[in-house]
Structures are given as structure tokens and as C-alpha cells.
């Protein structure tokens, strides 16, 4: 700084006199040029000094100090990986990894969205009073809020104050937020973490919702199919008075069977006693009528299978019935998967939560890091000081141009 001054001071006046030595003097209050040393101490004063005396004021007295509370946290689910691999997430994240491709890392991305949101800012006012905390008289002026800001300055002061840090694909991230005392600090970042869990339990409350209302909904159309199918057995039932006719054709079947048997062995007896008796004899009259009233049953009975019932041959009423009986076995199935489905999705929805876990838990602040108080002066004074110097550099530059 000291050089620079030096060179100004002893070198541009010297170049304006040796340029032009016959330039007439204005007369009165004449215009002094930056790099006249004349002119230094007003516009040094000005531009560097007076800024820098009110920057180590007010950073340096005045300036109130403000806390940072962080937290590092996972969004994780009960159907999340093993804890191992949440071992290994963890380590990669403080390590400066990714931090892992977890399943969580959708519902971390839609957090941290949440937390720079004016709807966290809402929860943050319900349950800890954020516009009174950073209102708060014993703040300075330039630091604390406005008790009459707005929405949207209020909003804007938020995510000044709050920050979060969020690598896309990773489901780890750090919050911070900034207060006038450590406790309101942790306060605050606690309050977050919190309410970002309330957010994904409510997502999934909402999720399992929907997921059980779809399956009553399947168990009630299953419902209204096995009724039908049932209510089309018994109407059939009625109609032809027949509680089973499977069961009845099948005990038709087995009575030809048995009535064919006893036809085979008797025309087998007629045949084997007419080799050695009379036409005429007793037995054989007796064994012929026998296989005559065996051959008039089995055709009564065949009769009766093809006959009809009303409008509709007996074959034609099994083949029905056959119909109706699938279409009950198939409601009857349809019915017990989504009685099934529905119990599982209560199942989940007792034990799929999304929950966070902070693993790096909200510290309680011991030294205030904001304001930088150094750092704040020192860029006033380097920027004051640079500003003069260009500015008076330009200016003269400007000047003896003019007077070329």
C-alpha cells in the first residue's frame, strides 16, 4: 500500500509537469487530479479511510455473533441395505465418497428440496418461533431480521441463514443453520431434521394408503365375482334340481358300468349251460330274462342321460355346469390372492418407514463462526484501497488525455 502511494506521489505529478508546463492555472478553487498530492487526503480519507474505520467499527464492536449448528444425516428405510452397507455409506460420505447409490437417495433429494422451502420455514415458525429468534432485539441492526419483513423477505433472510449440502445419487447430507446463540442453532437444525422425517413418513403413509385402498378395492371385485359365480351355481341348481350333475353323470357312468358287468356274465352263463340243456329249460329261460331286464335298464338309464330337462339335453346341462364350476374355482382364486395382496400390503405398512438417521447429530456450537471478523475488514480495506487506487488512475489517465 505504501509503495503504491509512493509511486502516485512521485511520479504522476511529475508526468503532468514535465507533459504540459505551460498549462495556465485555473484560478479559485482549482480541480486537483487523484494522484495530486494535494488531492490524496480527501479522496484517501473518503474512499479508504472512513470505510475502514466504519468496517472495524461495526465488524468489530458492534457486529453481533452468530452461531452454526450441522448435522449429517441418511434417509433411510426398513427395506434398506444391510448394516454394513450403511456402515460402508457412512464411511465413503466422511471420507468424501458419494456416499452410495441407497434407496434413499430419491427421498434425499426430495428432502433436501424440503428444507430450502418455504413449507420448512412454515414448521420452523409453528415449532420454534424463527421469526421471533432471529427478530431478537439483542441481535444488531444489520444482522437480525426485520420484525416487519415479509413473506418473501422472510423467506429470503431462510435460506441466507440455512444451508444444505447434497450430493445427487447419495442419500447422506449435511444441514446448517445459523443463530444468535448455540442453543437456538441446534435448536433449529434439530427442528429440521425432525420434520424432514415427519415428511417422508407422511410420503409413505400416503403410499401404503394407496396401496391398500387399490388392494380392497381388488378383494371387493373378487368379492362380486365369487358371489356371482356361486349365485349362478345355486340358480342352476334350482332350475334343474340337480345339486351336482358331475356328481350325478358320474353315478349314471358307474351304473352302466355295473349293469354292462352283469349283462357280460350272464349271456356268458346263457352261453355256457346252452351247450348241455334244453332251450326250453327252466335256467335258460330263467338267465334270458335276466339279460333281457339288464338290456332294458341300461337303456332306460341311456335314455335318460340323453334325454332333456325343459329345453336342455342332459349333456348340454353337464357342459354348463362344468362351466359354472371353473368360473368358481377361478373366482374362488381370484378371491384368495387378493385377500392375500391386501394382507401384505397392511403388512408393509406396518413396517416399511422411511426415517433419518443422524448419524453426525446436531452440535451445540462453542465459538461463534459468523461474523469473520478479520476476513470482513481486511476484503473492506484491500477493496476500499483498490478502489481509490484504480479510480485515481483512471481518472488521471482520463485527464491528460483530455489534454493531448
Given amino acids: 500500500m505504501k509503495s503504491l502511494i509512493k509511486y502516485l506521489h512521485d511520479n504522476v505529478p511529475a508526468l503532468e509537469s514535465g507533459s504540459q508546463p505551460s498549462l495556465p492555472q485555473r484560478r479559485g478553487n482549482q480541480t486537483r487530479h487523484v494522484a495530486d498530492p494535494r488531492g490524496w487526503p480527501k479522496s484517501f480519507i473518503v474512499v479508504v479511510v472512513i470505510p475502514s474505520l466504519l468496517s472495524i467499527l461495526y465488524f468489530g464492536l458492534i457486529a453481533t455473533p452468530r452461531y452454526i449448528s450441522h448435522a449429517e444425516v441418511m434417509v433411510q428405510s426398513k427395506d434398506g441395505p444391510t448394516r454394513g452397507e450403511l456402515t460402508a455409506t457412512v464411511m465413503s460420505s466422511i471420507t468424501g465418497g458419494?456416499?452410495?447409490?441407497?434407496?434413499?437417495?430419491?427421498?434425499?433429494?426430495?428432502?433436501?428440496?424440503?428444507?430450502?422451502?418455504?413449507?420448512?420455514?412454515?414448521?420452523?415458525?409453528?415449532?420454534?418461533?424463527?421469526?421471533?429468534?432471529?427478530?431478537?432485539?439483542?441481535?444488531?441492526?444489520?444482522?437480525?431480521?426485520?420484525?416487519?419483513?415479509?413473506?418473501?423477505?422472510?423467506?429470503?433472510?431462510?435460506?441466507?441463514?440455512?444451508?444444505?449440502?447434497?450430493?445427487?445419487?447419495?442419500?447422506?447430507?449435511?444441514?446448517?443453520?445459523?443463530?444468535?446463540?448455540?442453543?437456538?442453532a441446534q435448536q433449529i437444525v434439530s427442528q429440521m431434521v425432525v420434520h424432514s422425517e415427519e415428511l417422508l413418513n407422511a410420503m409413505t403413509r400416503r403410499q401404503q394408503a394407496d396401496a391398500i385402498a387399490f388392494a380392497r378395492t381388488e378383494v371387493e371385485n373378487a368379492e362380486e365375482r365369487l358371489k356371482a359365480a356361486r349365485l349362478a351355481m345355486s340358480d342352476f341348481r334350482r332350475v334343474y334340481g340337480d345339486v351336482d350333475p358331475s356328481q350325478s353323470a358320474a353315478a349314471t357312468g358307474g351304473l352302466i358300468f355295473a349293469l354292462t358287468q352283469q349283462l357280460t356274465t350272464a349271456r356268458a352263463e346263457l352261453g355256457a349251460v346252452s351247450a348241455f340243456m334244453q332251450p326250453d329249460s327252466t335256467q335258460i329261460k330263467s338267465l334270458r330274462s335276466k339279460i333281457a331286464s339288464l338290456e332294458q335298464q341300461i337303456s332306460e338309464v341311456r335314455r335318460r342321460m340323453s334325454a332333456t330337462v325343459g329345453d336342455t339335453p342332459v349333456n348340454a346341462k353337464l357342459v354348463q355346469w362344468e362351466a359354472l364350476v371353473t368360473e368358481h374355482e377361478f373366482a374362488l382364486k381370484g378371491y384368495e390372492s387378493a385377500s392375500l395382496f391386501l394382507e401384505n400390503a397392511r403388512m408393509n405398512a406396518q413396517r416399511q418407514q422411511s426415517y433419518i438417521i443422524d448419524f453426525v447429530k446436531p452440535n451445540l456450537p462453542e465459538a461463534a463462526e459468523r461474523p469473520e471478523r478479520m476476513k470482513a475488514i481486511t476484503s473492506v480495506v484491500v477493496g476500499a484501497f483498490l478502489a481509490w487506487a484504480i479510480g485515481g488512475m483512471l481518472v488521471t489517465a482520463i485527464r491528460e488525455q483530455a489534454r493531448i
Avoid at 418455504?118 to 421471533?132: D, T
Avoid at 415479509?150 to 433472510?157: A, D, G, H, P, V
Fill in 98 to 184: 458419494m456416499g452410495g447409490n441407497l434407496l434413499g437417495a430419491g427421498e434425499a433429494a426430495v428432502v433436501a428440496e424440503y428444507v430450502h422451502s418455504q413449507s420448512m420455514l412454515e414448521q420452523l415458525e409453528k415449532s420454534v418461533g424463527l421469526r421471533r429468534l432471529w427478530s431478537t432485539d439483542k441481535a444488531d441492526f444489520f444482522s437480525r431480521l426485520s420484525p416487519r419483513a415479509t413473506r418473501e423477505q422472510f423467506l429470503e433472510y431462510f435460506l441466507d441463514r440455512v444451508t444444505v449440502e447434497f450430493q445427487p445419487g447419495s442419500s447422506i447430507m449435511q444441514i446448517r443453520a445459523e443463530a444468535f446463540s448455540p442453543q437456538e
